[in-house]
């Protein structure tokens, strides 16, 4: 199912939200973290709904959930089992989704690093290392050369994979 930018963008955001607070959000709330006017968010909350994405619930504390299919859309069911760590001081609210690499010569790459998680904290010139749960603690180490705030998604290079702790 194809979403637009602006939906993945506020759908990601929402399960960022939902994950950090657990209780329902208001427009407002998904309007703060996008830079998007709560009355596009609410209009592409009814297609999201439509699409059996998210849940309205209504009331005084009322607002929007992410149920399972939004969940599986960024193949995270709560949490990823990387730990992903920024200038390195370890990053609780944010999931990797996705880890697309390029490979540049035999020891390095470029790529793309999709999150679920507030893009403010990460600027152009920062470190990023992801580290695998594995018994030989492999770990994915990069300089953010760019964003992109519309699909959540950090450009790294060179992106270098190596084995040892933070």
Known sequence: MNLSLTQEKILSNLIY???????????????QTTGLNVGTIRNHMQILKMLKMIKGITGPKGGYIPIAKA???FSSNNKSNLTMYLNKAKLED?????????????????GSIKIIGNME??????????????NDNTMIKGI???????????????????SGKI
Do not use: H, M, W
């Not at 657990?22 to 427009?27: F, I, M, N």
């Not at 904290?121 to 594995?134: L, S, W």
């Not at 998604?153 to 270098?160: A, H, N, Q, V």
């Open 71 to 73: 969940f599986e859309r």
């Open 121 to 134: 904290n990460f600027n152009v010139g920062d470190t990023v290392t992801i580290q695998t749960p594995t």
């Open 17 to 31: 939200l939902y994950n950090k607070n657990d209780r329902p959000l208001q427009a407002s709330e998904v309007a």
């Open 94 to 110: 944010v999931t990797v989704c996705e880890i697309r690499l390029n490979p540049q010569d035999n020891s390095t790459y470029s």
């Open 144 to 162: 953010i050369t760019g964003r992109d705030f519309n699909t959540n998604t950090l450009f790294s290079s060179p992106i270098e994979i190596l």
